[in-house]
């Protein structure tokens, strides 16, 4: 099983690979030097020897007492167990340090490593981690935000609309969103806003729009060890739209018009259940933009994303126009 499991990632992640524009998954990058006051590579989060289990830390060059926090998360259709390297640093990540932010990049186990939802007990540890260890690190943790690409886009929204819950029943499907993964288990894995690029939130209408096809096995079906005409109850149980309630954070959204990947109409569905339910959102969906890539990457888009968690930060920042919605695209 395992055997077939690792033919079938290998043959979906060389397709979607192919399908890209120079940058891999958009979110694969050349190397770049960023410039910081203090870097920490390779931090394991959860104690263990695993790989996967690592995470990259970056604060802002101008030097504080501490700094709110974004977890970037890279893309890969959860094939990968260690991007955290190559995830947006010269774009995403460097916006967020230029604009005072701590950046925390972590790996997490691929649908190769365990099914879902282990992708996302990972990154609740990495969200318990920063509180446990803000004072090593300078994390201001009055305000953690997740943010990522694709499938990163996905982890981040999921960790936003699940943000308070420890377990979840959806349909026949019951799930530990929680885990218990670290040191740290006494701390909150709550959010106070997500950053959504590109990334699948309805796993049951991925046919919402023209997309890629993967053959017989989606990156969905291998994550859930299923097939969504099977057990639809799992599928739901993967989606960031599932969970949306008045409670959510706000949540800032990315996608492309001319996404070849992940169907727009993922973005745009995310953003108008968000407002319906009263969420704080916003959204732009670039007419020329692919999955990823430099017309989703744009300087004001850079600049919409950190206005927006500039604006959630800072309560009655709106009033004042910092958010700048005369850019917003929707």
Same mark, same amino acid.
């Given at each position: 099983?395992? @055997?077939?499991?690792?033919?079938?990632?290998?043959?979906?992640?060389?397709?979607?690979?192919?399908?890209? =524009?120079?940058?891999?998954?958009?979110?694969?990058?050349?190397?770049?030097?960023?410039?910081?006051?203090?870097?920490? @590579?390779?931090?394991?989060?959860?104690?263990?020897?695993?790989?996967?289990?690592?995470?990259?830390? &970056?604060?802002? $060059?101008?030097?504080?007492?501490?700094? =709110?926090?974004?977890?970037?998360?890279?893309?890969?259709?959860?094939?990968?167990?260690?991007?955290?390297?190559? #995830?947006?640093?010269?774009?995403?990540?460097?916006?967020?340090?230029?604009?005072?932010?701590?950046?925390?990049? =972590?790996?997490?186990?691929? *649908?190769?490593?365990?099914?879902?939802?282990?992708?996302?007990?990972?990154?609740?540890?990495?969200?318990?981690?920063?509180?446990?260890?803000?004072?090593?690190?300078?994390?201001?943790?009055?305000?953690?935000? +997740?943010?990522?690409? *694709?499938?990163?886009?996905?982890?981040?929204?999921?960790? #936003?609309? +699940?943000?308070?819950? $420890? +377990?979840?029943?959806?349909?026949?499907? +019951?799930?530990?969103?929680?885990?218990?993964?670290?040191?740290?288990?006494?701390?909150?894995?709550?959010?106070?806003?997500?950053?959504?690029?590109?990334?699948?939130?309805?796993?049951?209408?991925?046919?919402?729009?023209?997309?890629?096809?993967?053959?017989?096995?989606?990156?969905?079906?291998?994550?859930?060890?299923? @097939?969504?005409?099977?057990?639809?109850?799992? &599928?739901?149980?993967?989606? #960031?739209?599932?969970?949306?309630?008045?409670?959510?954070?706000?949540?800032?959204?990315?996608?492309?018009?001319?996404?070849?990947?992940?169907?727009?109409?993922?973005?745009?569905?995310?953003?108008?259940?968000?407002? #319906?339910?009263?969420?704080?959102?916003?959204?732009?969906?670039?007419?020329?933009?692919?999955?990823?890539?430099?017309?989703? &990457?744009?300087?004001?888009?850079?600049?919409?994303?950190?206005?927006?968690?500039?604006?959630?930060?800072?309560?009655?920042?709106?009033?004042?126009?910092?958010?700048?919605?005369?850019?917003?695209?929707?």
């Amino acid at each position: 099983m395992r @055997k077939t499991l690792i033919s079938v990632c290998m043959l979906c992640l060389t397709a979607v690979a192919m399908a890209q =524009p120079a940058g891999g998954f958009g979110g694969v990058q050349q190397q770049i030097k960023l410039e910081t006051s203090q870097e920490w @590579k390779d931090i394991n989060y959860v104690g263990d020897d695993q790989t996967y289990h690592t995470c990259d830390i &970056y604060l802002p $060059k101008e030097q504080k007492d501490s700094y =709110p926090v974004v977890i970037h998360i890279y893309g890969s259709a959860w094939f990968n167990n260690n991007g955290k390297g190559m #995830a947006d640093l010269g774009t995403i990540v460097k916006s967020l340090l230029d604009a005072g932010y701590a950046v925390v990049c =972590p790996n997490h186990r691929s *649908s190769i490593d365990a099914p879902w939802p282990a992708q996302i007990n990972d990154i609740r540890a990495v969200i318990r981690f920063v509180r446990g260890e803000a004072k090593t690190y300078k994390f201001d943790t009055s305000f953690i935000a +997740t943010s990522g690409f *694709s499938s990163g886009g996905h982890l981040a929204s999921i960790a #936003a609309t +699940t943000s308070g819950m $420890k +377990t979840a029943t959806v349909g026949s499907v +019951t799930l530990d969103l929680e885990g218990n993964l670290g040191k740290y288990t006494d701390q909150l894995s709550t959010v106070n806003a997500a950053c959504d690029w590109s990334g699948p939130v309805d796993l049951t209408a991925m046919d919402c729009g023209e997309h890629m096809t993967m053959g017989e096995n989606s990156p969905e079906d291998v994550l859930l060890r299923s @097939k969504l005409s099977k057990e639809p109850d799992k &599928y739901l149980s993967l989606s #960031a739209t599932q969970y949306i309630s008045s409670n959510t954070p706000p949540i800032i959204i990315f996608h492309g018009d001319k996404d070849g990947v992940v169907p727009n109409c993922q973005g745009k569905k995310f953003y108008e259940l968000l407002k #319906a339910a009263g969420v704080k959102t916003e959204a732009t969906f670039p007419a020329e933009g692919n999955h990823g890539g430099p017309e989703m &990457y744009t300087p004001e888009n850079l600049k919409k994303m950190v206005c927006f968690l500039n604006c959630v930060r800072e309560s009655n920042c709106c009033n004042k126009g910092c958010c700048q919605k005369q850019f917003v695209e929707v």
